[in-house]
């Protein structure tokens, strides 16, 4: 078996606008992405590629999506695992988490995420509030999903050593400056984060990091080569990104490029980073 034959996409949307408004979706850059993208758009793009199984992440922080998505789940054998939204500072949110479990697709339920980048606190995580719905979050066995920007890293690595007992699963490698061609201070700051042993990274989201008109494998391959180092195998999980990666490139070609990215890889290796990791990390 390689890596080709049995892939777990560990992060990819969907969003129905006829069910709510994606108010991040402004700008012309972004307006290719103003229209639905259901499971049904991607299970083709998805099983021609290979993909077996996903993960399917949360896009707004309403507490109606999540539901939304179990049920998805629950309906349709593609969607392995559901990373949801709850309020984390919500004194009740253990109770909130045992109720997500008891609703159609509930046993789908593998992780919460919130959407960190947009928050004006770098120290958000921080916050005792936050700390203590994180300390719910590992109580319930979900991981957590980290969508943060760059410069918000050296604040997750402090989460992360604040507490051991929650894995921090890190979207998109934490967004490197993949246009500029810098390297650091990103790169710094995410083997810190990778020094702690309850995290975990995504080798997803890069090609729209990038110039996404003109970008090349050659492009993504610093940063990938980072997080491949940093993290390892054992911890680097693929994810397409989609329908966000379309600004930059089909499914396939995500596919393909993560492929390329990890050519130097074994075959066991190979099938940690397509599969295997995913696999342990969400509990699929």
Known sequence: MTGR?????????????????QDWITGDELAPLRRTFTLAD???????????????????????ETPEFLALAHDNELVAGVVGWCDLTAPD?????????ELPGGDRLVGIR??????????????????????A???AG???????????????????ALLPELTFVLDHAGKPPVATG??????????????????????SGLVTEADTQSWSVNDLRPYA?????????????????????????????????AHTLTQSLTEDERRRVFATTAERVYGL
């Not at 810098?182 to 080798?203: E, F, I």
């Open 5 to 21: 034959e049995r892939i777990v996409d560990a992060h990819h949307h969907v969003w129905d606008l006829s069910v709510r408004d």
């Open 42 to 64: 991607l299970e083709p793009e998805a099983r021609a590629a290979g993909v077996y199984a996903t993960v399917l992440v949360q896009t707004v922080t309403v507490p109606g």
């Open 93 to 101: 949110i253990a109770d909130t988490l045992a109720a997500l479990r």
């Open 114 to 135: 919130h959407q960190v980048q947009g928050e004006p606190d770098p120290a958000w995580l921080l916050r005792p509030d936050v700390r203590r719905g994180l300390r």
């Open 137 to 139: 979050v590992a109580d």
């Open 142 to 160: 979900l991981v957590y999903d980290l969508v943060v920007q760059a410069p918000q890293l050296p604040a997750t690595v402090e989460a992360a």
């Open 182 to 203: 810098r390297l650091h201070p990103w790169a710094d700051d995410l083997r810190a984060l990778a020094a702690r042993p309850n995290t975990v990274c995504k080798l």
């Open 225 to 257: 080569d980072t997080a491949l180092d940093a993290f390892g195998p054992g911890r680097l999980m693929f994810g397409s990104d989609w329908p966000v990666c379309r600004l930059a490139a089909t499914y396939r070609e995500v596919v393909d490029v």
